[in-house]
């Protein structure tokens, strides 16, 4: 998974790349989760965008909304507090103390 997240973050911020690549697959041993991006963007390595558990209250909410705006492309796609979301991290170009995330909205499920 490192190789292929390295990859994105060379080519999702250049053009028509996210056009050809909206969707992104979680694969366990019995089911498979479709993903469509609907954000990316460098982040510091101490980003609250690494906080786990939140309530059902709308901090969640804000954190998404947080997501949605700080995208390096308006998606068009704008998650609730009720979806599923993923976020995906690996290292960035913008220096050692960064991060690229990716954030995915559950689109699919499907059993194998």
């Given at each position: ?66 997501m949605v705006a700080s995208s390096m492309k308006d998606t068009g796609i704008h998650p609730t507090k009720e979806d599923k979301v993923v976020t995906l991290s690996t290292c960035s170009k913008a220096g050692e103390t960064k991060r ?13």
């Amino acid at each position: 998974m490192q190789l292929m997240l390295t990859i994105l973050v060379d080519v999702f911020p250049s053009g028509g790349f996210y056009e050809k690549n909206q969707f992104f697959n979680v694969y366990t041993a019995d089911k498979v989760y479709r993903y469509q991006i609907f954000s990316y963007y460098d982040v510091d390595e101490d980003s609250d965008i690494y906080t786990v558990g939140y309530g059902a209250d709308d901090s969640w909410q804000a954190m998404i909304d947080k997501m949605v705006a700080s995208s390096m492309k308006d998606t068009g796609i704008h998650p609730t507090k009720e979806d599923k979301v993923v976020t995906l991290s690996t290292c960035s170009k913008a220096g050692e103390t960064k991060r690229f995330v990716v954030h995915g909205v559950l689109v699919d499920v499907k059993t194998h």
